[in-house]
């Protein structure tokens, strides 16, 4: 059948053109920042698109030390590590309780748990600064570790309640009948199977803990995150935008590298996730 | 004996460390910009070897945030000893918050312009402005010459403004204006640039308080001559759709257009468009007005010019008298000095010597700071005015609605804003 191979081959191409453009699409901005970061304030203002004739490595040099982006690297891992650890472990707990035990006002308990989904960050500042305050948690890295478990909390615990419901209760009414406590059901049981699962909520975090300015700003005042020192490198009405285009080079490298590392177990946590979740 | 004395010592050193660790902040968005290095580096150092045993903070904060960040710290009863804000309704909105300086600061407000953007409605001042802001019109002069103008004989009256149009028309390289009215700024610009000369002072105080109807014959005028000079092919095509603050002004720096209305101080000035262009070839005017105010004279423009950005004191600080003396280094000559040079700002300050720069731009503007100077009308209009105007203005630029129609609807929302008895 050569000419059906033919036709297989031409059809192939065609639906290759419009996914080379959403290749470009995304490929671009990346290039764009990239080229840029390389250019004088003035090469990119006398012509934006061109590429980098005299590539310059002083852009980076200056949102490195103007950004202190080493400190705030620093900061950033251990507070979204921490958060999304803890978020993980919370969710994970939760989750089980609510999808799996029986206890009063347990629908009600996750309908106020959705409820909280709808409140945005904005309106509850003034009382969570002073609370943070209150709580003398100002400029800790714990105190951001648990702002950013509270604020992604109950959408965490919403994703693990269900994705435990789907699963079959056999599988805890067997453990429970080979006695196992709710502990080890859950330890046992629960979270290995929930894997899937928790790589997605686990990136998911991540990224929003990585990229979080606003609680940041107001909860580490005097050590910053990297997200916050790249948001600084804007300016109140015009942008040296080599300089932020070396910053978000800077910042992104590390999460692009993880990336690269781990693309295998993100990309099946994120299908499987999709799927059962 | 020697134990007792090293007993003492302890107790000194202890009942003194809160002095030794005495720490002003300092919130802004501007101390982490490299090309203001200078400036704030020399307040810090000068304050603290004026102030043994005071460190001086800088939280740096982005300033989409800043604001919100603001006014969550000052309503939860924290926040800095110290810190920056834009001149007008921003520093006005906060004067419950803020310490007046009237008292504490007497000696250095007196050498100071722009205040009246930091008074509370007690008529106090509540923070220094260290900066002035207003609106000129930058030129090239390169451009200029090619299109066979004289470059150094710059428009002072419409007629003249209109002639350098129609021969920037005539050559068909470059619009006479580039002009960024994405947003409604450009119209903003205009608005006042314009306002500056067609209206008279106590015109000026009769808009501000709503009693001058942007349907009056003064304000329709205005209008008009936005109408005006859009049909005349004065601007780029697509006005209404470049970024008044990145692509304007990139655009004038690429030599895109002829003119554009500018700033005097953070950006869009003359030393920005200077390092790009050549200080030698860029040139500062003041906006002609089609129309002139009874008080004012043909051939002399006024600038509008307001309080650009300054400090005030948290009245909440606990080291109120730190903070004081903090915000007038900020203000003071000699920072302030290094601050123009490194930036490019017109400073607030009249004692700063401006001698030792060269910019032909600022020796104008210099010049025309002690003789022809009015308020900012759009800076005096609200917020809701404001963005009636942007919509309008693009309108006006599209041809979508009249100048009768759009002073009306603008009429409207001025009288909601600001009802007369």
Known sequence: MPGAGKRQKRALWIASIPMAV?????????????????KSNKAYILDRLSLAYEPTLANFVQAWTRSHLNEYFINSVVVTVGAVLLLLFVSSISGFALACLRFPYRRLLFAIILASLMIPIQVVLVPFYRTVIALDLVNTRIGLIISYTAFFLPFSVYMMTAFYSGLPRELIEAARIDGARFSQVWWHVMLPLGRPALITLGILNTLYCWNDVLISLLVLQDQRTLMVGIAALRGEYTTNVPLLSAGLVLAAAPIVILYVFFQRQIVSGIAVGAVKG | MRKTTLMVALAALVAASPALAQEITVWDFKSGDPSLAAYFDKVKNDFEVGHKGVTV???MQPHDQYYTLLGTALSSNAGPDVFLMNGGALAKSRVPSLLKLDDKAGGLIKTLTGLDEFKGPDGGVYGLPITLQGHVVYYNKKLYKDAGLDPEKPPVTWAELQKVCEAFKAKGKVPCFIM????????EFFLSSIAATSLTAQEQTDFASG??????PQMKAILQAWVDTGKAGWYEKGANSTAKFMDEYEGFMRGDGANTIGLLSDVAHWKQFGDMLGAENVGAFRHPSPTIAADKTAGEPKIPIAGGIGYGVNKNSKNVDLAVALVEEFAAADPIK?????AGVVPANTAVDLSGISSPSLKSIQGWLTTSVAPTAHANSSSEELEEWHRQSQKLLNGETTVDAAAAALDVVQAKVKPQK
């Open chain 2, 180 to 187: 960024g009215n994405k947003e409604g700024y450009g119209a």
């Open chain 2, 211 to 216: 009693k001058l109807k942007w349907s009056s």
């Open chain 1, 22 to 38: 959403l290749a470009l699409s995304c490929v671009y901005p990346v290039f764009f920042a990239i080229n840029n970061a390389l």
């Open chain 2, 338 to 342: 290094v601050f123009v040079a490194s």
């Open chain 2, 57 to 59: 903070k800088y939280v």
